[in-house]
């Protein structure tokens, strides 16, 4: 099937972790440090908050207020009613290298992945932890041995999915009414753990690469494929159910949002490299009218 995409906003440095919340899309800029909302269409632009220290993951607490990683800093930001960013946590002591993609529960639990190791440094392939940071700024490791734990939703069935981009796998966990995580197991495994540590020798073994991703009503996964510029609909035990290519960009997250549900965003770019990004206004944001609307959370 061929489906036809559209630029709904360009020029920008690097968007990452769209969201679709209260008739928007949120994402954010690494590299310009905004967090921005717009109209499905891509016009009435806004900046929501300036991040200094490079925005990532996004959610919402039960009482409607921002929440937002900081990543050269290891802290989540959360914005007060009257727009002041505050220090919400400090993961500083949990991480090793960037703190990255969250998913904010029905209870105003963030659960957030890092990076594990300095990415953009070029060092050696490290696995990490996954963080829950509770209400009231309390940070919880509550699970281990995750290959960057990157894009993460929640299940209406209450199953918290985590992409592992350096992983080739998607691992699930049963979330606990207390936030704990139970009944690990791969969702979906796309290759072998990479066997070496060295980035250059890892990327051309990942068969998919998962990224951002978001979640459908029939408890598919869209998630994209960091490596591969594309993004693919994906079921549980692996199973690739439609992928859709872009053949000029990198695609690096998407989330499913509109008005009806059914418009897929996709976060693009040249390429990943910090260096390269920030000098240059290369990323998109385009979209795709799928079939099965969005289900779960974010």
Known sequence: MTRELTTVLSERAYLECPRWHEGRLWVVDFYTYEVLSLAEDGSDLRVEASVPQQPSGLGWLPDGRLLVVSMQDSTILRREEDGRLVVHADLSAHVAGHPNDMVVDDQGRAFVGNFGFDLMGGADLASTVLLRVDPDGTVTEVADDLWFPNGSVITPEGVLLVDETFGNRVTAFDLEADGSLSNRRAWATFAQLPTSVALAEV???????????????????????????????????????????????????????????????????????????????????RSVRVDVPHAGTP
């Open 203 to 285: 990327i051309p073994t990942l068969v998919v690469a998962p990224d951002g991703c978001g979640l459908d009503a029939e408890g598919c996964l869209w998630l994209a494929d960091a490596t591969n510029a594309r993004v693919l609909r994906v079921r549980e035990g692996g199973e690739i159910a439609e992928e859709i290519a872009v053949p000029d960009l990198g695609v690096f997250a998407c989330m499913l949002g509109g008005s009806d549900g059914r418009t897929l965003f996709l976060c693009c770019a040249p390429d990943f490299d910090e260096n390269a990004r920030k000098t240059a206004r290369e990323a998109e944001l």
